[in-house]
């Protein structure tokens, strides 16, 4: 994983950083953590969360002007995203309404989005729903910028509530000419992501 990857890491959504492991995948920027009893097989099926998109203590979303428009494509693609991490899901595990002995709960959040200046390590935090609302001022628009975007998730015991495992995927997005290329890029990376939070409940339980 790159270096200047590592500044959106502790967002304070998830609660030991420091014991994450990086874990070999097509991308190398899938890090997480898992209790023994997660791949005991103890757990059979999934209880999937929306899917959350968090600020940072120094980005107040009240701070982001959304027009109507802008605001119903945020909402669109919450939506969207929350069904495509379902259809994701379900077609390689089982994903049940309600807690139950053998189930895990899965809760997945967007946690950052940062602009970074190249070639300068220095970082501006924006909320996610600017992104895809295209509500970004005219400095974030600049080109030659990029976007760090971090998703990380939560496993608990559907039950107990207890944590059982957590993990951080992270990738960067190029700014497009316009903020709307931006938003479509920053998408598709999203729709990646869905697939990939799957494959990795596939490959643990």
Do not use: C
Not at 74 to 99: C, H, N, T, W, Y
């Amino acid at each position: 994983m790159q270096d200047h990857l590592t500044a959106a890491d502790d967002s304070g959504y998830l609660s030991h950083y420091a014991r994450l492991q990086e874990v070999e995948t097509e991308e190398g920027r899938l890090q997480r953590w898992l209790d023994n009893r997660v791949t005991s097989g103890s757990y059979r099926k999934v209880m999937l969360d929306p899917i959350e998109f968090l600020h940072s203590d120094d980005v107040q979303p009240d701070s982001v002007q959304l027009s109507g428009l802008q605001q119903q494509e945020v909402d669109g693609f919450k939506a969207s995203l929350d069904q495509q991490m379902l259809k994701s899901i379900s077609r390689l595990i089982e994903v049940v309404p309600q807690p139950g002995g053998d189930v895990l709960r899965f809760k997945p959040a967007i946690t950052g989005v940062s602009v970074m200046s190249e070639p300068v390590n220095s970082y501006q935090a924006i909320p996610v729903d600017a992104v895809i609302g295209g509500a970004t001022d005219g400095d974030n628009a600049a080109l030659g910028r990029v976007l760090v975007i971090s998703l990380e998730g939560k496993l608990q015991d559907s039950q107990s509530g207890q944590l059982l495992g957590e993990m951080l995927l992270k990738d960067i997005v190029y700014r497009g000419e316009t903020d709307q290329d931006t938003a479509n890029k920053l998408k598709v990376l999203m729709q990646t992501w869905t697939q990939e939070a799957g494959e990795t409940l596939l490959e643990i339980l």
